[in-house]
């Protein structure tokens, strides 16, 4: 009777356990794949993050761009995005500032998910070969590559925005397909009382009457491509980076009008408007232009050299 039990209990046992292990030996050898590579990736990125000085450029740059543009952009896209921090990566090492941000494997693998990790990592690492070496030049030294997510229809002047002539390479180029984007219009509304505190606590001469807003706010300047270049406040000028800054707007290409009391503020673009906008390129991307036109077309000018 007792070995009926054993026998009996010893069955239950394998009944319950045999599809577990099953399960294992099939799910195992995907997620210990996965692991792997994940595994691979971390010692990699913690061997090139380990002094910033022997910094490994062709690793480096994968986590900059990872941080810089969406991984759902077109590759040629992506493309031109890893030589703008690559150049980026290397200017910072030739004038011995800070090395652009760069973003973690745990912070990408936690961003995509173990899943999706492996595929957009191989993206990047794409990218970065089609590349390599690759950086934009002006007059023998790395450039300065700005760029943004959308512009407002067109990007800007560096040499007016900026206030620079050394940067001749970011003139103003349309890119009209920005307008599609749905970041291309935002409009907010905020209370008067709201606009002079968030004024006054950014800059503390601000000092406005709310019942004078937005009348005591005057845009005086404007560049071509429509973005503000200078904001009177009293006998406070500001710079439309600034006033944008201040009030955490998408864009300095912005128009203030009062609505019933509130004041509405109607932005075009996110971001400064300089440089490569983004989801241009990636319109461009989309109609099979490369990533080489695409650079020569919001940079022009500029040589892609080999560092």
Partial sequence: MKEKIKTFFSICVLVVAVPYIVTLLFQGNETSSAQKSIEKIK???????????????????????????SLESEMETL???????????????EDGTDLPESMETEELLELLGQKGFEEKYSALEEAAASTRGEILMWQEKPAEPAYHAVSAGMTRSGQIALGREDVPYMEAVESQKDMLSPDYLKVVFMEKTEVAQELQAADASLALNPEEIPGNIQITGRDDSGYVTQVQIGEVTLSGEQFRQYLGLNSACFYIKEVEGQVRILTKGLGHGLGLSQYGANEMAKEGKDYKEILNYYYQGLELKSY
Avoid: F, L, P, W
């Fill in 43 to 69: 010692n990699e990125n913690t061997d090139v993050q380990s002094s910033e000085s022997k910094i490994d450029v062709e690793e480096y740059v994968k986590g900059v761009v990872a941080k810089q543009i």
């Fill in 79 to 93: 493309k031109a995005q890893t030589v703008i921090a690559r150049t980026m990566i290397v200017k910072a090492q």
